[in-house]
């Protein structure tokens, strides 16, 4: 194992991410952000290698970056709906059943800020695997009720493919492993304390006597994110330490 000691904060992001896929088998990772790309791309070098990473248009591209593979609209709607696909997206708002907002802040007549839209949200959340990341963990984002649902939770959601794995953000690990599917805390990053994730978050998680820590990195994972996927450092500009 790795000190921990020489591990930032970004790195336990990533591993967070990369854990997120582990098992999945031969489906196509759709990690959306910096962080996420790097947790996929960490996760195909090493327990996950089965997977399939896309260029985000048509190709699929192995691990230099190079295509191996076509993966033509059809196809992937294909695989969307069969859920043959896990995908890592974000949240403006998210409550405690995991339904998402990515749409609009206040009420949808006259909303106090337009977002992006509910795009695929839908389709994704109800037909293939859909986890989050966070890179802000807060109340503004946490939040009792979602101002609207783009991206579908339990309490909403129907159909045989409809799972939330993980939520990753840069305080902790939540997970909807709890009775009733409500949204538990699963791990807190090295130097988060269980009370500092509670105070960030705006509804009652669900918490177990003991919470344990975010997994280490091994060396070797360790050596992938800092010299082979971003030798360059991206990921500590987006999560502070």
């Given amino acids: 194992m790795t000190p921990t000691g020489t591990i930032t904060r970004a790195e336990y992001c990533v591993i967070a991410c990369a854990e997120a896929w582990r098992d999945n088998g031969e489906v ?36 230099d970056g190079r295509p191996e593979g076509w993966l033509p609209y059809r196809r992937h709607l294909t695989m969307v709906t069969g859920g043959k696909r896990h995908v890592m997206m974000g949240a403006s708002q998210i409550d405690r059943y995991g339904n998402q907002n990515i749409s609009c802040i206040g009420d949808w007549d006259r909303p106090a800020r337009q977002l992006l839209g509910v795009r695929g949200a839908p389709v994704n959340t109800l037909n293939n695997p859909v986890s989050y990341w966070i890179p ?4 503004r984002v946490f939040v009792e009720r979602v101002d609207m649902i783009s991206g579908v939770g339990y309490d909403h959601a129907v159909g045989p493919y409809h799972r939330l794995p993980r939520v990753v953000t840069d305080l902790a690990v939540l997970d909807f492993a ?5 949204m538990r805390l699963a791990s807190v990053h090295p130097g988060v304390s269980v009370d500092e994730v509670l105070a960030a978050t705006g509804f009652e998680l669900a918490v177990d006597a003991e919470v344990p820590a975010t997994r280490e990195p091994t060396s070797d994972e360790l050596r992938l994110i800092r010299e082979v996927i971003d030798p360059q450092g991206s990921r500590n500009r987006e999560v502070r330490s």
């Avoid at 802000?136 to 109340?139: D, K, L, M, W, Y």
């Avoid at 709890?178 to 409500?182: E, G, M, V």
């Fill in 28 to 63: 196509l990772a759709s990690p959306m952000g910096l962080i996420p790309a790097l947790g996929a791309r960490l996760a195909k070098r090493t327990f996950s290698p089965d997977l399939l990473l896309t260029d985000g248009e048509a190709m699929l591209i192995g691990l």
């Fill in 136 to 139: 802000r963990h807060s109340p």
């Fill in 178 to 182: 709890t009775p009733d599917h409500r």
